[in-house]
């Protein structure tokens, strides 16, 4: 069994902050904990915009606090993001995210499961961990 709080993992090199300066992720459930899958707490701050297309990974996105939206480059449509929305990117979705007004907490669980280091390249990219 593996027991972790939020509040201990924020206080290890679990907590990844963006060097852009538009997110912060604490990777409470990684790789080499080999449930097949990541989990993690992702707080995306106001007023910001992130550009991300994970060509490597599948995710799940639930909004617990907070709003924003997320742009679809597809085809151009805008979802709002509030409590309680869960958005897929099931299709390796390219995409921008926006933080609103205040502060967005999200859940979110990446398949393949992250090593924990990771970090958008310039093209938005996680590289996948091949060890």
Same mark, same amino acid.
């Given at each position: 069994?593996?027991? &972790?709080?939020?509040?201990?993992?924020?206080?290890? %090199? &679990?907590?990844?902050?963006? *060097?852009?300066?538009?997110?912060?992720?604490?990777? =409470?459930?990684?790789? $080499?904990?080999?449930? +097949?899958?990541?989990?993690?707490?992702?707080?995306?701050?106001?007023?910001?915009?992130?550009?991300?297309?994970?060509?490597?990974?599948?995710?799940?996105? /639930?909004? =617990?606090?907070? $709003?924003?939206?997320?742009?679809?480059?597809?085809?151009?449509?805008?979802? #709002?993001?509030?409590? +309680?929305?869960? /958005?897929?990117?099931?299709?390796?979705?390219?995409?921008?995210? &926006?933080?609103?007004? %205040?502060? =967005?907490?999200?859940?979110?669980?990446?398949?393949? #499961?992250?090593?924990?280091? *990771?970090?958008? $390249?310039?093209? +938005?990219? /996680?590289?996948?961990?091949? *060890?």
């Amino acid at each position: 069994m593996i027991v &972790r709080t939020l509040a201990e993992c924020e206080q290890t %090199e &679990r907590c990844v902050k963006a *060097e852009t300066g538009t997110w912060e992720s604490t990777r =409470m459930l990684l790789k $080499d904990d080999n449930m +097949g899958f990541s989990f993690h707490i992702t707080t995306i701050y106001a007023n910001t915009e992130t550009h991300i297309h994970y060509q490597n990974h599948l995710e799940s996105v /639930y909004c =617990m606090s907070g $709003d924003g939206e997320i742009e679809d480059l597809a085809d151009g449509k805008i979802y #709002p993001i509030k409590p +309680g929305t869960l /958005y897929i990117l099931d299709k390796h979705d390219n995409h921008l995210l &926006r933080g609103g007004s %205040e502060d =967005m907490k999200l859940a979110c669980v990446f398949n393949p #499961p992250l090593s924990g280091k *990771e970090v958008h $390249d310039a093209d +938005g990219v /996680y590289a996948v961990d091949t *060890e």
